[in-house]
């Protein structure tokens, strides 16, 4: 597509539900990315894949936090069990590779109730 | 971990003023990346500029590598340039898969 797509743009969940988010890179982009973004701060890193493979998910802050992008385009970020510090906004880019700018998503604004 | 440190925090300007936005990093890098994030929330990419200078149309940027900083710059400001400015840098033992961003420049252009 034209560009990277999210959704959905906003999710309130009970506390202890489980949400997934999903993210559709630029067509044929190889790198995608997962950020969080809490109130007044800048974004922070997640998790990155590259095609199918998840190269890095040293910023998930719990084993609550799962992530998969299983045939290389799609991603979904899957989040178990949800609590109130989990409200923030989710933030997905891809890029063509490593010495090329991101493009990121609108976000889907997580709000845990 | 690396240290992002943008000034300065907040910004007000006259529509029509020119500004400088600056990034100091604390370590070598080899992926900066300046962005502007309107207010409906979207990140938007400005430049990719690990060193050297580049130029779109209003905006440049130039970030001097060994002396570990950046600049934006912004000339002929118009309401559509607030927001918030973000610089993000990857260090030297990444692969340009972690950047980290720092607290960034909220502006605010008036008429």
């Known amino acids: 597509g034209a560009g990277v797509s999210q959704s959905p743009r906003y999710k309130v969940a009970k506390r202890g539900q489980d949400v997934a988010l999903r993210c559709d890179p630029i067509?044929?982009?190889?790198?995608l990315f997962w950020y969080q973004q809490a109130l007044g701060q800048g974004p922070e890193f997640l998790t990155y894949?590259?095609?199918?493979?998840?190269?890095?998910k040293s910023g998930l802050p719990s084993d609550r936090f799962f992530a998969e992008r299983p045939e290389g385009s799609v991603s979904t970020l899957k989040i178990q069990r949800t609590q109130q510090e989990d409200s923030a906004v989710y933030l997905c880019a891809s890029s063509s590779g490593p010495s090329y700018g991101y493009t990121f998503g609108s976000g889907t604004r997580l709000t845990v109730v | 971990g690396i240290q992002v440190e943008q000034s300065p925090p907040d910004l007000i300007l006259q529509e029509g003023a020119n500004s400088t936005l600056r990034c100091n990093f604390s370590?070598?890098?080899?992926?900066l990346q300046w962005f502007h994030q309107n207010p409906w929330g979207q990140l938007i990419n400005l430049f990719y500029i690990p060193s050297g200078t580049k130029q779109n149309g209003r905006l440049s940027a130039t970030t001097v590598a060994t002396e570990r900083y950046s600049l934006l710059y912004i000339s002929s400001s118009q309401t559509t340039d607030s927001g918030v400015y973000f610089c993000?840098?990857?260090?030297?033992?990444?692969?340009?898969?972690?950047?980290?961003f720092g607290t960034g420049t909220q502006l605010k252009v008036e008429l």
């Open positions: 894949f590259q095609n199918e493979a998840q190269l890095d």
């Open positions: 370590d070598s890098v080899n992926n």
């Open positions: 993000a840098v990857e260090d030297l033992t990444g692969g340009g898969n972690k950047l980290t």
């Open positions: 067509s044929g982009h190889v790198s």
